[in-house]
T-cell receptor
Framework: AQKITQTQPGMFVQEKEAVTLDCTYDTSDPSYGLFWYKQPSSGEMIFLIYQGSYDQQNATEGRYSLNFQKARKSANLVISASQLGDSAMYFCAMRENNYGQNFVFGPGTRLSVLP | DGGITQSPKYLFRKEGQNVTLSCEQNLNHDAMYWYRQDPGQGLRLIYYSQIVNDFQKGDIAEGYSVSREKKESFPLTVTSAQKNPTAFYLC?????????????FGPGTRLTVL
């Protein structure tokens, strides 16, 4: 079964507007971490933001914030004030404590920022 | 500057040849990983190593081999047994002590079999 689901293969957003990229996950492990990565056309995976399963507050890093809804098993990435350089693939990933140090990645969402 | 380096950036191989992809990190991370990415797809785990001289198979290890003789280095060999090796290969590393244990990635190697 898919552990990480990203239902939006592609998204468009106007420059300077906010956009939400969806991620839902499946785990029975009470201790886990959720991560978002950005992959520009160069191919390198860039770490954006982390949310732990026991964290009480939603994570924020600059223009990135994570809308964490634990009961719904949802960890959506919100990008505020989109910039042209935000155009890239975005991957949601999960690390379960019972699964050691390994990550499971979702299929990704391609974001295109329009001028 | 701390980081992960992968070489070469582009690699061409003839069918039937083995080829080795390099991955080096100077982040003092214990754990290292190899992923494969096919066009338009997510990442799939090939091999991982939590400590020196130890490594484990990931989801798609067939046709690949690794070694971990030094903490800084985790080379991946793509053997002739790998039926469809053309792909983008990403190396990553992480700590094993923190709650987040974020994985950090190298720039990748694009392998093409001719």
């Amino acid at each position: 079964a898919q552990k990480i689901t990203q239902t939006q293969p592609g998204m468009f957003v106007q420059e300077k507007e906010a956009v939400t990229l969806d991620c839902t996950y499946d785990t029975s492990d009470p201790s886990y971490g959720l991560f978002w990565y950005k992959q520009p056309s160069s191919g390198e995976m860039i770490f954006l933001i982390y949310q732990g399963s026991y964290d009480q507050q939603n994570a924020t890093e600059g223009r990135y914030s994570l809308n964490f809804q634990k009961a719904r098993k949802s960890a959506n990435l919100v990008i505020s004030a989109s910039q042209l350089g935000d155009s890239a693939m975005y991957f949601c990933a999960m690390r379960e404590n019972n699964y050691g140090q390994n990550f499971v990645f979702g299929p990704g969402t391609r974001l295109s920022v329009l001028p | 500057d701390g980081g992960i380096t992968q070489s070469p950036k582009y690699l061409f191989r003839k069918e039937g040849q083995n080829v080795t992809l390099s991955c080096e990190q100077n982040l003092n991370h214990d754990a290292m990983y190899w992923y494969r990415q096919d066009p338009g797809q997510g990442l799939r785990l090939i091999y991982y190593s939590q400590i020196v001289n130890d490594f484990q198979k990931g989801d798609i290890a067939e046709g690949y081999s690794v070694s971990r003789e030094k903490k800084e280095s985790f080379p991946l060999t793509v053997t002739s047994a790998q039926k469809n090796p053309t792909a983008f290969y990403l190396c990553a590393s992480s700590t094993r002590s923190g709650r987040s244990d974020t994985q950090y990635f190298g720039p990748g190697t694009r392998l093409t079999v001719l």
